[in-house]
T-cell receptor, first 115, second 112 residues
Framework: KNQVEQSPQSLIILEGKNCTLQCNYTVSPFSNLRWYKQDTGRGPVSLTIMTFSENTKSNGRYTATLDADTKQSSLHITASQLSDSASYICVVSPMFSGGYNKLIFGAGTRLAVHP | ETGVTQSPTHLIKTRGQQVTLRCSSQSGHNTVSWYQQALGQGPQFIFQYYREEENGRGNFPPRFSGLQFPNYSSELNVNALELDDSALYLC???????????FGPGTRLTVL
């Protein structure tokens, strides 16, 4: 079973609309949870990072939330733009990863913003 | 731009061949990690190098090997290529006291 599950797998919205992407994880304990944006054929770029003690973090039109009790995180995108079309990946860093920075990636949600 | 570069951008090989992918880290970063990303999947951790030594490895066979050089640039070598090795290969560097990784644009490997 994947330790980081994301939903939906894909999403289509109209430009200007809001959307929320979900991430459920079983990794425990963890040191931080990140959301990355990955444009097609490019490397992931960090959007937000939250430690286990934080429950919200914003970066412009992107707002991430974290509920460590239910092991859920969400990424809310406000007033979507065409350039938001990309894959959004939830990434969890285990607390004890054997001395190296092992990240556990979800499969991502592919977002398409249409005019 | 993250300051991490990878070469080549695309590569086509045939089954059984060997391939070397290269990564140039962001300036000052002494740790580099390599990931394999199959189509429609999240990246899977291959291994990590810190100051020229491997210090972590994911569930990949020994035919996946690597090197890190004194200038912290890195190589990923894959021997005896298989069709399932077709993927986007990403390297990520980090340094100092931050655990934020900066990803390169990736190398798209196709094995025929």
């Amino acid at each position: 079973k994947n330790q980081v599950e994301q939903s939906p797998q894909s999403l289509i919205i109209l430009e200007g609309k809001n959307c929320t992407l979900q991430c459920n994880y079983t990794v425990s304990p963890f040191s931080n949870l990140r959301w990355y944006k990955q444009d097609t054929g490019r490397g992931p770029v960090s959007l937000t990072i939250m430690t286990f003690s934080e429950n919200t973090k914003s970066n412009g039109r992107y707002t991430a939330t974290l509920d460590a009790d239910t092991k859920q995180s969400s990424l809310h995108i406000t007033a979507s733009q065409l350039s938001d079309s990309a894959s959004y990946i939830c990434v969890v860093s285990p607390m004890f990863s054997g001395g190296y920075n092992k990240l556990i990636f979800g499969a991502g949600t592919r977002l398409a913003v249409h005019p | 731009e993250t300051g991490v570069t990878q070469s080549p951008t695309h590569l086509i090989k045939t089954r059984g061949q060997q391939v070397t992918l290269r990564c140039s880290s962001q300036s000052g970063h002494n740790t580099v990690s390599w990931y394999q990303q199959a189509l429609g999947q999240g990246p899977q951790f291959i291994f990590q190098y810190y100051r020229e030594e491997e210090n972590g490895r994911g569930n990949f066979p020994p035919r996946f090997s690597g090197l890190q050089f004194p200038n912290y640039s890195s190589e990923l070598n894959v021997n005896a290529l298989e069709l399932d090795d077709s993927a986007l290969y990403l390297c990520a560097s980090r340094g100092g006291y931050t655990d934020t990784q900066y990803f390169g644009p990736g190398t798209r490997l196709t094995v025929l």
